[in-house]
T-cell receptor, first 114, second 114 residues
């Protein structure tokens, strides 16, 4: 399957700061990447679809000005949580879809906002 | 609204037994079906995909699909304590377009007792 990396794996920050999370496709060029969020004991929630070279598509209820997504190349998408607050503390996971239909996830980034 | 339903569990089975996990979905036009395993604190890992009616076997895992009943299941033979995890059922609809967003169930927590 596809190999997906994320950085950092864990971040702790103060309320009001911005945090950037990187997602890389290591073994193929991904025109589309997905960003998910998962709160404790809940299922995955799709936040947005990241499209290389164009604007991301956000799911209903997700603030596009708060969660900035940039997909500048076929192997890198970034999610920036701007002015983070404690309620943004969550597990953020990127994902990409192989040409053969299967979808693979990165290892995730655990964000804690103090 | 498209939905994927799973029994949240926990499902507890003794080591060596067969674990049976079930999933139903509401969108009759769904074409692609996936099972992911998620260990606590980790991201989902794809373990099976199935696209046509019937059974698909991969090692100790067997996925079963019945599109007429809108039902997909996962059997784990010779269950091991290392199989203890949450199992997520995911479905992709016929009209997902090039992005084809996955719809996830809330997951079934499996516990395999030594």
């Amino acid at each position: 399957g596809a190999v997906v990396s994320q950085h950092p794996s864990r971040v702790i920050c103060k309320s009001g700061t911005s945090v950037k999370i990187e997602c890389r496709s290591l073994d193929f060029q991904a025109t589309t990447m997905f960003w998910y969020r998962q709160f404790p004991k809940q299922s995955l929630m799709l936040m947005a679809t990241s499209n290389e070279g164009s604007k991301a598509t956000y799911e209903q209820g997700v603030e596009k000005d708060k969660f900035l997504i940039n997909h500048a190349s076929l192997t890198l998408s970034t999610l920036t949580v701007t002015s983070a607050h404690p309620e943004d503390s969550s597990f953020y996971i990127c994902s990409l879809r192989w040409p053969y239909n299967e979808q693979f996830f990165g290892p995730g980034t655990r964000l804690t906002v103090l | 609204q498209k939905e994927v339903e799973q029994n949240s569990g926990p499902l507890s089975v003794p080591e060596g037994a067969i674990a049976s996990l079930n999933c139903t979905y509401s969108d009759r036009g769904s074409q692609s079906f996936f099972w992911y395993r998620q260990y606590s604190g980790k991201s989902p890992e794809l373990i099976m995909s199935i696209y046509s009616n019937g059974d698909k076997e991969d090692g100790r895992f067997t996925a079963q699909l019945n599109k007429a009943s809108q039902y997909v299941s996962l059997l784990i033979r010779d269950s091991q304590p290392s199989d203890s995890a949450t199992y997520l059922c995911a479905v992709r609809g016929e009209y997902g377009g090039s992005q084809g967003n996955l719809i996830f169930g809330k997951g079934t927590k499996l516990s395999v007792k030594p």
